[in-house]
């Protein structure tokens, strides 16, 4: 018989695995676990050269997935201003008085994390604001969403962005109604005009971020990410460090429909890779945000009527390139947050599969946040799936001022779609988002937000597990505790399901381990037992 390479014992084990739903024991074997069950059970695969993990009843669960990522802008995230939270543009000025002291003249300031439905002064900041602090050096600070951002005139001056300039399609600058002078605020591909003109990292400057937001990734029990990519220059550091060892989380790539071409050429289609590093899907942005009022909605916005978001594509266009992405062998990813470009997105999906049918597509609808009733049937006719980010419920807590009472109960619909056969997973929108997979699990099953669609402990754990793995077609290879999966597990502090549910957002990540090799440990568990 041959032993294990490592033994977890003494455990509660929650496998995700319908026909053995808890156990003691796991035995991991060449990253692949070869035995679940009780102690007992798993004791003949330990040796003398066995590393065993005694784990004094704290909780085992199936590695986090998460759906929905953007890693190099965490990584950019944990390097720059933040101003998630803050109450005030004061605050905003603070922070950025503090930056501008030990940054030199003429280099760029960047931060995020703002939402001016949290400012005292119930406003969005303007130019004038950044001004008042910073006016020799450009700076760029975008919301929370990212489909905003609030820059200063120097970094206006850069981009040539004057009272004349004209706005990029699916693009809007904000102008002062007197003045006509532009305010500073950038919405949508507007956002592009600053972002063309920013220096670029180097190649090693990106490394770094990416391996600095992979390593907080592991420390919050995550083992997977699907990493909406930004550039090729992110595909080929990864490549790298698959290459060298160096990468100690799985990616599943989604990547732009820009670069949908370049991989059609290259042979590349959803699928290609290994268990570390694969292409996966390609995304659509078809809309903007709720908190930016650029998510494309049926009606206007309660709190805004002269707006019903913006669409970025039309439906012909759509319906061309979703065409294309499903023939060429592509899984899409389609972000859709409202319930009019849900309803675009759906039309092209139906119109792709009607002329190249499909059965195991797993095309995926990003956000899904203003639903209803029909456009849920629709998605399950489908077969799509809900990729859904839980947190939004707690950011968003203005949803109802901004859509109603009547839209705003089928905002993030949860349980609903789960009700009605949707496939939900789950996924974070880092950093729009904490990527914490605990805050989401807390978020879902606590929400404040339409209380009927909570959802279950026991569920929440699936749509970060199984559920996310189905996402990316490996539902036969992670996402549960079962022999023969890869041993990617994540070890808590707590029973999820039997503390009190608003302490989920306080259990503690104990270790993470990506097949067989612990990535990341708090407290020294791994010793011999």
Known sequence: MQYADLVLKNANILTVDPSRSCAEAIAIKEEKIVSVGTDKEVQPWISKQTEVIDLAGKTVVPGFIDTHVHMKGFGHFLTRVNLRGINSIDQMQQLLRKRVQKTPKGKWILGRGWD????SEKRYPTRWDLDETARDNPVIFTRVCGHICVVNSKALELAEITRDAVAPSGGHIDRDPKTEEPTGILRENAV???QNIMPKPSDEELTEICVLACQKAVETGLTTVHWLVQSPVEVRILQKLRKENKLKLRVYLVSPVEYMDCFMDA?????FGDHLLKIGSIKILVDGS???RTAALKQPYTDEPSTKGMMLYNQNILNKLVLKAHRSGFQLAIHA???RAIAVALNALEKALEE?????HRHRLEHVSVLNESLIQRMKKLNVIASVQPHFVVSDFWVENRLGKARSRWAYAFKTLIEKGVLVAGGSDCPVEPINPLLGICAAVNRAISPHERISVETALRIYTINAAY?????KTKGSIEVGKLADLTVLSDDLRKIEPSKIKDVGVEMTILGGEIVY???????KG
């Open 116 to 119: 001016q439905e949290r400012f």
């Open 192 to 194: 592009d005009l600053i």
């Open 267 to 271: 042979g590349l289609v959803t699928g």
């Open 290 to 292: 709720l908190g930016a």
């Open 337 to 339: 947050i409202g319930d």
């Open 356 to 360: 190249a049918p499909k059965k195991n």
């Open 471 to 475: 996402a990316c077609f490996e539902e």
């Open 521 to 527: 440990c708090a407290k020294g568990l791994s010793q």
